[in-house]
């Protein structure tokens, strides 16, 4: 069983930063790519970041500049770091990771959120 656990989250003020954690365990062959989603209330979830296990990085347009993702492949734990953060982050973030169980058992793991709000 595979476990995604995040923490970090809450409420900042427009400009502030936050930094999430996303810690993966339980029974992990390997860990493929990381990403962080988030689901503003109303809206679809959406892509924030992702991270392969090579460290090679993607960011949505809307967060280029202020948000950064990194990962600890020996800790099996991705992060955001948020910076200047706006009103229009406000939403829940969820850490999602291609994670093989075994050498030829692979499959998408989702965390279970945290809420970060940002006040104007």
């Known amino acids: 069983q595979v476990q995604l656990v995040e923490s970090g989250g809450g409420l900042v003020q427009a400009g502030g930063s936050l930094t999430l954690s996303c810690a993966a365990s339980?029974?992990?062959?390997?860990?493929?790519?990381m990403a962080w989603y988030r689901q503003a209330p109303g809206k679809q979830r959406e892509m924030v970041a992702t991270?392969?296990?090579?460290?090679?990085?993607s960011n949505a347009d809307s967060v280029k500049g202020r948000f950064t993702i990194s990962r600890d492949n020996a800790k099996n734990t991705v992060y955001l770091q948020m910076n200047s953060l706006k009103p229009e982050d406000t939403a829940v973030y969820y850490c999602?990771?291609?994670?093989?169980?075994?050498?030829?058992?692979?499959?998408?793991?989702w965390g279970q959120g945290t809420q970060v709000t940002v006040s104007s």
């Open positions: 999602k990771a291609d994670i093989l169980v075994t050498s030829y058992s692979r499959g998408y793991y």
């Open positions: 339980g029974s992990i062959f390997s860990i493929l790519d």
């Open positions: 991270i392969t296990s090579g460290g090679s990085i």
